[in-house]
């Protein structure tokens, strides 16, 4: 690993992290769960918190795309988005679904703050995120999409908002 400069389990767990909480409420895929833990350890995200019936760690199904993440990323079980919104909120995180709504703002004119902690909810393939929790959320961030299909796979929209938010919470550190 040292040929590509990548930390070891012991230096991730010491670095500083992106100011992120990834929320996955009732997520049915274990290799969707794995990949969002591997794109967690790639942007340094604080922590995931797994929520409802999405799977946990260990299982070998989230270990196959994970490849070793949920070893190195912090994680939680809650019973429900809502317990895990509300420990979200208990922590200083503003919380916000990605997920199409009325009144979502596209993620490319979507602003953070210098040191704003952000906690964003995932939810199911097929539904999303619940109504209920949407109503328990600060907002709501939608991925502006051009083609015919109108959602994303839950792991390729973890890449892409984690991959944006990284490169303006980057930018801020920047300038300072």
């Not at 797994?50 to 019973?79: M, N, S």
């Not at 317990?83 to 922590?91: D, F, Q, W």
């Given at each position: 690993?040292?040929?590509?400069?990548?930390?070891?389990?012991?230096?991730?767990?010491?670095?500083?992290?992106?100011?992120?909480?990834?929320?996955?409420?009732?997520?049915?895929?274990?290799?969707?769960?794995?990949?969002?833990?591997?794109?967690?350890?790639?942007?340094?995200?604080?922590?995931?918190?797994?929520?409802?019936?999405?799977?946990?760690?260990?299982?070998?199904?989230?270990?196959?795309?994970?490849?070793?993440?949920?070893?190195?990323?912090?994680w939680k079980a809650f019973p429900s988005a809502l317990e895990a919104i509300t420990e979200a909120k208990?922590?200083?995180?503003?919380?916000?679904?990605?997920?199409?709504?009325?009144?979502?703002?596209?993620?490319?004119?979507?602003?953070?703050?210098?040191?704003?902690?952000?906690?964003?909810?995932?939810?199911?393939e097929a539904m999303g995120v619940e109504e209920g929790t949407l109503t328990h959320c600060d907002g709501?961030?939608?991925?502006?999409?051009?083609?015919?299909?109108?959602?994303?796979?839950?792991?390729?929209?973890?890449?892409?908002?984690?991959?944006?938010?990284?490169?303006?919470?980057?930018?801020?550190?920047?300038?300072k």
């Amino acid at each position: 690993m040292l040929e590509l400069e990548r930390l070891s389990p012991g230096d991730f767990e010491t670095a500083k992290k992106m100011p992120l909480i990834v929320i996955l409420e009732n997520v049915r895929s274990m290799h969707n769960v794995g990949s969002v833990f591997r794109t967690a350890d790639a942007f340094r995200v604080e922590m995931v918190l797994l929520c409802g019936y999405t799977p946990q760690p260990p299982h070998r199904d989230i270990q196959k795309t994970a490849l070793g993440a949920t070893e190195t990323v912090v994680w939680k079980a809650f019973p429900s988005a809502l317990e895990a919104i509300t420990e979200a909120k208990r922590l200083g995180y503003r919380v916000y679904a990605v997920e199409q709504t009325h009144e979502s703002q596209h993620l490319n004119s979507f602003k953070v703050s210098p040191n704003e902690h952000l906690a964003l909810v995932f939810g199911n393939e097929a539904m999303g995120v619940e109504e209920g929790t949407l109503t328990h959320c600060d907002g709501a961030i939608e991925i502006p999409q051009f083609g015919t299909k109108h959602s994303f796979n839950i792991s390729v929209s973890a890449g892409i908002v984690l991959w944006d938010l990284f490169n303006k919470i980057q930018l801020h550190e920047e300038n300072k």
